[in-house]
């Protein structure tokens, strides 16, 4: 989450502050808690929640979610190894709706596409049926979960590189410094 | 996770304590702190831990998604909500939300500190009563509270700067505003072209070190989270270290109160908790200081029913539980040309407070203020799982290329406004859920009064036409126009009042019916103020010690 630059620089606004301050004795705990962010799940690693053909087919429906395109998505994100850890922890009634919505909608390829699984589709056809099942709870879940570890930290099990919050321009800090943005800029400039 | 140090001093649960607080919040923090110094003896029952700043983390899946800090159905207390009573209440993730925690939610809010102003204590009398309401004056004036308002801005710490227009203040700012956020820069311009002033927001949160802790380094990650700073000026870091550093102050966390025993002539004689083993306890006290906020606080009375007290503890007047206030809210979010950021620092700069009072002219009864904000409080995951902002798909390729834009690029400017107090709207025990220690879970009756509608919808115009003058270019609007669903302002339960058939505690906190037993928190407000209820609510809190203290030394408790 955080790259050695930002660390660098808390360190260097840290010393700064920490002369007319107590804020010494909160540092070790925030650097401790970069440490923690900055752990996330070995990239490839097995499933404890899903198998293997569940997250194949979970992964598929994620990468048309948030589809890699012009810039990184779920797949990038390792959303599906997020899925499988939170899926894991308390959310069973997800996970059971989860399984029972896949049957369902690979009896949907099957029908419509005469092949068994969704991820064997090409995208066009993987967006026609996500469609229409657009209002299913199934989808719904699928939205949340993906959208969710697209943007989840790295502990839960996705990518440390965070590609969502590059695709947002969100930067994540522990601090910053006025003018913010462009507007504050602006108006610091013209002296309003 | 870091726990402090609260081993010391330690009290025999069988031996009377000069007070029992129950909840460390925004008012139990305070009143911990200045009765302990006082040199009281007191034990803190709080349910949650006891966090530092080092736990709290840039975390939106284990504060938003799992509720870390609210709690919810998955830390075993579900709710229920119905919005009248002839409906049966459902069961929902949360419809009264507060943090539990030492600080309470004084350590994951915004820290919005307005003050109330003169109007707020005598409004019923100035603009008349509201038939089917339960709108009155205060028993107190602006004026009694103001030294306290003072206060809470030197001793909790609030940054700000008095405006020609503010209530009268006996005392500066401790600490310069915080600089101006490009989402309120549009917000001042706006109003400027509309004739309308925005000014500072007074905010606790600090700009400047002060009182040994340091300045804000504008994470962004305030409403909802706890400050890694200590900047966020919490109960739990502005009180509490220095209650337990009295010696006179035993912290128990995890530790959840089932009820509040009487004794045959009615007054308090212990509170039964589960302690953080899950062993019942009971722990005698000559006092009870009820502080566990707006919706546990009247739960408990009511839990406390008993051959005595039939209809719950110190409820005579059926008041105990009525007059649920949220606040309402709107929120007019627009799209502009070049980076806002609003992602960055305290959630607000600015406040447009011209409509304080709606004229009465308009036929209805309301007010509130106009802030600049993030649409989404500045949380990634919080923006993309509502969709696309203005319109558009909420997922593939054309939903990402929105949320590109709109994260950085919007500003949201929401109203806060009044609440009306309305015996139909409040808290009860739930007839058949049961939270994870088997008590009745909260059930939450709530439907905004036809007024407080009308001025969420007169806000949102307002917003719209700020919006549409700082040069928006797409705009999107919201107000709850067929009602809340619930809130995290928590305001009325257990109202403050000269008369004990219409109200629960006297002007001095003290419970009507029982002498021994004080409820301070957002359950003391008469009225709902313009939607940020804790500077008051900690106002309330060190005034209400200092009347605590002289009544105790008079032997008057």
Not at chain 1, 117 to 140: C, M
Not at chain 2, 77 to 106: C, D, I, M, W
Not at chain 2, 255 to 260: K, S, V
Not at chain 2, 333 to 347: M, T
Request: net charge negative; proline share 6%; aromatic share 8%.
């Amino acid at each position: 989450m955080n790259g050695p630059m930002s660390r660098r620089a808390l360190l260097a606004l840290t010393a700064r502050l920490a002369k007319q301050s107590c804020i010494v004795l909160t540092l070790p705990m925030v650097l401790s808690g970069c440490e923690r962010a900055r752990q996330s799940a070995a990239e490839g690693a097995l499933f404890s929640t899903l198998n293997s053909d569940e997250a194949s087919e979970l992964a598929a429906i994620a990468s048309r979610i948030l589809p890699s395109d012009e810039t990184p998505g779920a797949n990038e994100a390792g959303v599906i190894h997020f899925m499988d850890h939170v899926l894991g922890d308390g959310r069973d009634d997800e996970l059971a709706l989860l399984r029972v919505g896949l049957l369902e909608l690979q009896a949907m390829v099957q029908q419509s596409f005469n092949t068994p699984t969704f991820a064997s589709l090409d995208s066009s056809q993987q967006d026609e049926l996500l469609t229409r099942i657009e209002s299913t709870q199934f989808f719904g879940t699928m939205r949340f979960l993906t959208v969710a570890g697209m943007f989840a930290l790295p502990e839960y099990g996705g990518s440390a590189d965070l590609p969502g919050y590059r695709m947002i321009g969100f930067e994540s800090r522990h601090f910053w410094q006025p003018p913010f943005g462009y507007y504050d800029a602006d108006y610091a400039a013209r002296g309003e | 996770m870091a726990e402090a140090n609260n081993s010391l001093p330690h009290f025999d649960t069988r031996t009377d304590v000069d007070f029992v607080i129950i909840g460390s919040g925004a008012a139990g923090g305070i009143m911990a702190r200045e009765l302990s110094t006082a040199g009281f003896s007191v034990v803190v029952l709080e349910q949650g831990p006891h966090l530092q700043a080092g736990d709290f983390r840039h975390d939106e899946w284990a504060y938003d998604i799992n509720s870390e800090l609210t709690w919810s159905v998955r830390q075993g207390h579900p709710q229920t909500f119905r919005k009248t009573e002839n409906e049966e209440a459902q069961p929902v993730e949360r419809a009264l939300s507060y943090a539990h925690n030492v600080g309470g939610s004084s350590v994951h809010y915004s820290g919005n500190f307005w003050r109330l102003r003169p109007i707020d204590f005598m409004e019923a009398s100035v603009k008349g009563t509201i038939a089917g309401t339960n709108f009155t004056d205060w028993p107190i004036s602006y004026e009694e509270l103001e030294p306290y308002y003072s206060r809470v801005d030197w001793e909790i710490g609030v940054s700000g700067l008095q405006g020609p227009w503010d209530p009268p203040r006996s005392r500066d700012y401790p600490c310069p505003p915080m600089p101006v956020k490009g989402s309120d820069v549009l917000l001042e311009r706006a109003a400027r072209q509309l004739g309308l002033t925005a000014y500072p927001a007074p905010v606790a949160i600090l700009s400047q070190p002060h009182n040994g802790r340091p300045a804000c380094t504008h994470c962004g990650f305030c409403n909802g989270y706890g400050c890694e700073m200590n900047a966020k000026s919490s109960t739990m870091i502005a009180m509490i270290p220095q209650a337990l550093a009295s010696g006179n102050c035993e912290l128990r966390t995890g530790c959840t109160a089932a009820r509040i025993d009487t004794d045959d002539s009615g007054r308090v004689r212990e509170v039964v908790y589960w302690d953080a083993d899950g062993t019942e306890q009971a722990q005698r006290a000559k006092a009870v200081v009820l502080c566990a906020n707006g919706a546990e606080t009247p739960r408990l009375l009511l839990l406390s029913a008993n051959s005595q007290f039939p209809d719950g503890l110190a409820n005579s007047s059926g008041m105990v539980g009525k007059n649920l206030m949220f606040n309402a809210h709107c929120s007019v979010v627009g799209l502009f040309e070049h980076p806002v950021n609003a992602y960055k620092s305290v959630p607000t700069t600015r406040v447009v407070h011209d409509y304080y009072e709606i004229d009465q002219t308009m036929g209805f009864y309301g007010g509130g203020g106009i802030d600049g904000r993030h649409p989404s409080r500045g949380m990634p995951m919080g923006l993309a799982l509502r969709g696309s902002l203005f319109d558009g798909p909420s997922w593939g390729s054309e939903f990402k290329r929105h949320l590109s834009q709109e994260f950085t690029h919007t500003a949201a400017f929401n109203g806060h406004t009044t609440s009306l107090p309305l015996s139909s709207n409040n808290v009860s025990l739930d007839p058949t859920l049961k939270d994870k220690w088997g008590r009745p879970a909260l059930r939450c009756t709530y439907m905004d009064h036809p007024d407080d509608i009308a001025t969420m919808k007169f806000f949102h115009d307002r917003c719209s036409e700020l919006m549409s003058a700082a040069g928006a270019i797409k705009q999107t609007g919201y107000y709850a126009q067929n009602g809340q669903n619930g809130s995290v302002h928590l305001l009325g339960t257990c109202r403050m009042g000269d008369d004990p058939t219409n109200s629960v505690i006297d002007r001095y906190h003290r419970a009507h019916d029982v002498p021994n037993l004080y409820m301070v928190d957002g359950s003391s407000l008469v009225t709902s103020g313009r939607g940020q209820p804790t500077m008051t609510i900690m106002a309330l809190a060190f005034r209400a010690a200092d009347n605590i203290i002289q009544a105790a030394r008079r032997g008057e408790i």
